[in-house]
Structures are given as C-alpha cells and as structure tokens.
C-alpha cells in the first residue's frame, strides 16, 4: 500500500506561481510512474502531467511551457512547479502513483487562480 500526501496548493493571482509537493509512502518509490491531475467543478478529471521511473515526462498541452514536473526518489517526492497561472488553472489537483495495474491517489489539494 502506498499513501500519499500533497501540499503547496492556495490561491494565487493570474500570472503567479505554485509548487505542489507530494510525498509518498515506502521504499518503492522510485519503480513509480507519477502524475498529477486535476479535476475542476463539472469536468473530468485530466492528466495535467506525468514522470516515469525513468524520469521522461509528459505534459497535457494546455500547460506545456508553464508546468514542470519532477521527482526526488531520495525524499519520496514528486513536485509540480506551475508558473504563469491563468484561471483555467483553478482545481483540485491529485497526485497519482501508478505500477503494473495498481493505481493510488492523494487526497487532492486546492488550487485556485484569482483573475
């Protein structure tokens, strides 16, 4: 079992910066695939971007330039460095920790974008 904690969200103004953090639980940590997503009132909840074990990484387009995401396996951390948010940016967003076919999730943490 694996749990998982995220922080750094509030509320920023447009065109402000945030670092969500999410420490997991375990020593296996790094054998992980990470994501962050996020799920805004009404809509589905989308992949915002991803790091493999591997450390190649994957961003939805609408945060392309603006969003980086990476891991620190000493800490047991996966980071979201978001720069340049726009109101769209406001949500609930989720760490993930994938392997083979089991999936877990944070509790999620708010993120909101005055305009």
């Known amino acids: 079992q694996v749990q998982l904690v995220e922080s750094g969200g509030g509320l920023v103004e447009t065109g402000g910066s945030l670092r969500l953090s999410c420490a997991a639980s375990?020593?296996?940590?790094?054998?992980?695939?990470m994501g962050w997503f996020r799920q805004a009132p009404g809509k589905q909840r989308e992949l915002v971007a991803a790091i493999t074990s591997g450390g190649g990484t994957n961003y939805a387009d609408s945060v392309k330039g603006r969003f980086t995401i990476s891991r620190d396996n000493a800490k047991n951390t996966v980071y979201l460095q978001m720069n340049s948010l726009k109101p769209e940016d406001t949500a609930v967003y989720y760490c993930n920790a994938k392997i083979l076919y089991s999936n877990y999730w944070g509790q999620g943490t708010q993120v909101t974008v005055s305009s």
């Open positions: 375990g020593s296996a940590f790094s054998i992980f695939d």
